[in-house]
């Protein structure tokens, strides 16, 4: 199937831990991006490579880094996890027109 | 920032009735976009209108532009229950194809 697909789907861990989202898509597409969907909705763009190259970097703090190993992956690994980052974590990627394509989400929990 | 903002936050039709659905934004854009998302699910993209294109049509859905009032609207004819979703205007401004600002979105639910 093509798609964009995330791992893992659930992640419930405890505050202070390190964990990692992995993103992967067989799109073609040159651009990947992590977004984060708080509890009313609301998403905001974290990151986006294109090629592998970081081109947007938001105000996110930098206990969250992405990782591009190549221009199919994007993963973001979190550092000493807060209550506030609990939300859902979305993976997308992009045609060179601009639409873009959703994975299925990572609904981070941290107690 | 938030750029877009979509009105009604909810609602509520009948089966076969249309659906309308409206967003703002502040800035000059390049594109906007429509994406639905299914509860637990991601979003999934709809349309694209670009800033030179007024009206734009896919199936059941018609997407209008008016960059003088800086605003769109997504209408949905015939609805059906599968359309139940939330719908979220996308703008894509500042000469990049890259990023998108969503609004925060509208609940839509159709009753069988």
């Known amino acids: 199937d093509t798609a964009v697909s995330q791992t893992p789907k659930y992640l419930v861990t405890q505050m202070g831990n390190d964990k990692s989202i992995k993103c992967e898509q067989n799109?073609?597409?040159?651009?990947m991006y992590w977004y984060k969907q708080d509890s009313k909705k609301f998403l905001k763009i974290m990151f986006s490579y294109n090629n592998k190259e970081l081109i947007i970097n938001e105000t996110v703090p930098n206990r969250f880094s992405p990782k591009s190993p190549d221009k199919a992956h994007l993963n973001l690994h979190i550092n000493s996890l807060e209550l506030g980052d609990s939300a859902v974590y979305f993976c997308a990627s992009s045609t060179l027109q601009g639409e873009q394509y959703f994975g299925p989400g990572t609904r981070l929990t941290v107690t | 920032s938030q750029q877009g903002e979509e009105d009604p936050q909810a609602l509520s039709i009948q089966e076969g009735e249309n659906a309308t659905m409206n967003c703002s934004y502040k800035t000059s854009i390049n594109n906007l976009q429509w994406y639905r998302q299914n509860s637990g699910r991601g979003l999934v993209h709809l349309i694209l209108i670009r800033s030179n294109e007024r009206e734009k049509h896919s199936g059941r859905l018609r997407v209008t532009l008016d960059t003088s009032k800086k605003s769109s609207s997504l209408l949905i004819t015939a609805s059906r229950a599968a359309d139940t979703a939330s719908y979220f205007c996308a703008t894509n401004s500042g000469g990049s194809n890259y990023k998108l600002t969503f609004g925060k979105g509208t609940l839509l639910t159709v009753n069988p």
């Open positions: 799109l073609g597409h040159d651009t």
